[in-house]
């Protein structure tokens, strides 16, 4: 771990540089998978399965009999904790919906915005060493709240051509209509183009590695939206001289632990408090499965002493981190400063894996700096929002001269005399 | 204009087929503006200013002097059209305002969203035969009232030198910070990546062709997000046999006039309606400046007569057109059933110039089928939504123990330690 005291401003865009990502350099590998994909529907996804994840398949789809078996396979214990997650997650984003308000701009010009369901949505879920069945449950359930019809979802089986039994009890618990065996750049095209199994679906969602990652920006240019541009995971923790170093040290861990990439930050008024977390780090680390990745990702994490909590605001706002931990005394006045951040965990009691797993918050979140600019997932993510407008010849006439002006300067005649019409049509009936 | 009657629905994807915008092959020539802008900032603005848009300039910015004098250029009335349409469009994206309400998801466990505006936004209004001042009011409408610091507006100059004059005296009302001439793909650069007189944007909205839109497509894979993918613009009219033919017909060449690859779309359960909608366009068209353009789009618009509203309906949720002109008589009933559509204009006195000027609606919206996952803009587009969440001790026994079942069942031991902690110190402090 780097520390680094009171750097000077100027240093800042250096010390909060994160590494560049750069998939152009996959654009021919992963466009040749999607066109192959594109014009060869399910059996070109059954080759590159073959090819990629060593599986023969002769179906895409789970079938009733596989999530009956993935039902049994799961603890009871493990089942009662997604319910729980489930429940949460469920509250907060039915807690986004939004209620139509019709607003008369002006008497007889009414307008309004409706928000409506995405129809069919695409969820992806990685493969790799972990089951990441939390995922599953924070893109389904809120699609499920949203209303979107249907819910895809394809994820990569295991070399014995079978998913994963929890992110199949996942995916039932939180309502996906469909589940596919598909994974990376094959299953970003059979959701973006449709197969004789797989459905098109107009947004696709989720995590991956960086083919995946290429793939949706790629489908995305024609065919597709999608959620976010992805980058490694990151966390910037705010801590001052009455944090708990334990805390503070299991915090910047939990998010080395994802992978050598991932990005630790820690921000502290206290310079006392840079030893005692580093110590707890070295304490806590030695216990840990997953100690390698950890230590790679800490060789280039930084620990960084402020002046005061402004500088340390507005450091971390510079930043712009995906999860930003406050474990100040002044927490609640801190977040009400937030102003560039994924999802924010206030107080000493709410580490990050709380939001990860089971508060209630999304954990698709933007990395790379790009809260700046995106949202996580939320219930939003799932809807359009169409807005309507309705005039009566009272709005005609109040705001049709206007547009005509307006039109006429634009040079646009037909959008005049498509006001202009309607004038002359009141004007008549009122003689 | 091409009258299909009665098609089956085997023959709808081919009917509604759009044309395909490949801008794939302008990606070399883009990459290499943009990596100049980035490089050679100001500069190179300058140059490509001089290559495109034959113009020598000495200075990107809008002086004050430029904002005067064109305040004196443009005529009271047109400035009166301008106030009243802000107003309205105000009136109405301020009415999307988000209230943050925090949810106690459990006891203990409180999530909550805030909208925060984007930081820095730049707005994109292109050149050509006609000034889009239109355009300005509903890009930085809704910035102003979202409350981003900084609002940037690139257009290109004339071969004088100078900004439209109702483009700046749009861009004042609308409190618009800093105008540059800058156009095209080096406008975009500029924007993206900041140069020593434009400063760096994290989102970048606005129209333009086909340079521009390849453009935002690339800088948005790496550098900053975009408003949205765009197409040609397009409306779909559905009509019935009490629709009035010449509201119709001029709604329809309004579209037209846009450019000759306009979609025009006529949906109409009455097959008397084509024929009397057919001469009118003809009478109207005749007096049309843009009579040339409108033509050309014509030639390939589209009348279809069906059998009923639901089969209208259905025909027109598949499309998903930017714009939907409802002039049915039960159209408050076929609002009610719209899934696919950028705005909707309900009634025979909602003609689209309303909302394309001064209903209060935004103009900027999705085109060539996006609007089956994308919304136009709005106040959303402008805010991120960050969540927040607080747990306390309660919380913590609350979901603490399923937190860590799960990230042990995701092989994240520092995450689920990150839990352990907490809830241990808390079983230390109960003693």
Known sequence: MNVIRYPQKEEWDELLKRPV????TLRETVCRVLDDVKTGGDRAVMAYEKQFDHVELECLAVTEEEMDEAERLVSPELKDALRLAHENIGKFHA????ETTKVEVRPGVTCWQKAVPIE?????????????????????????IAGCREIVLCTPPGRDGKVH??????????????????????????????????????????????YVMAAKQQVSLHDVAIDMPAGPSEVAVLADAG???????????????????????????????????????ERQLAALPRKEIAE????????????????AMELTNRYAPEHLIIETADYLQAAERVVNAGSVFLGS????????YASGTNHTLPTNGYATAYSGVNLDSYHRKITFQE????GIRDIGPAVELMAAGEHLDAHRNAMTVRLESIKTEMK
């Open 296 to 311: 790679q990702a800490l060789a280039h994490s930084k620990l960084v002493v402020v002046r005061d909590m402004d500088e």
């Open 21 to 24: 990502m750069n998939v152009d």
């Open 243 to 281: 944090s708990n170093p334990v805390f503070v040290a299991a915090d910047l861990l939990s998010q080395a632990e994802h992978g050598v990439d991932s990005q630790v930050l820690l921000v502290t008024t206290d310079e006392a408090l840079v030893g005692k977390v580093q110590d707890e780090v």
């Open 391 to 394: 005039l009566t010849p009272q």
């Open 349 to 356: 009691y709410t580490p990050e894996s709380a939001g990860d």
């Open 120 to 144: 069919r949505v695409g969820l992806y879920i990685p493969g790799g060493t972990a089951p990441l069945f939390s995922t599953v449950l924070m893109l389904a359930t809120p699609a499920k």
């Open 165 to 210: 039994p929890a992110i199949l009890c996942a995916a039932r618990v939180a309502g996906v209509n469909r589940i596919f065996k598909a994974g990376g750049v094959q299953a970003i095209g059979a959701m973006a183009y449709g197969t004789e199994s797989v459905p098109k679906v107009y947004k696709i969602f989720g995590p991956g590695n960086q």
């Open 95 to 98: 807690s986004q919906r939004f």
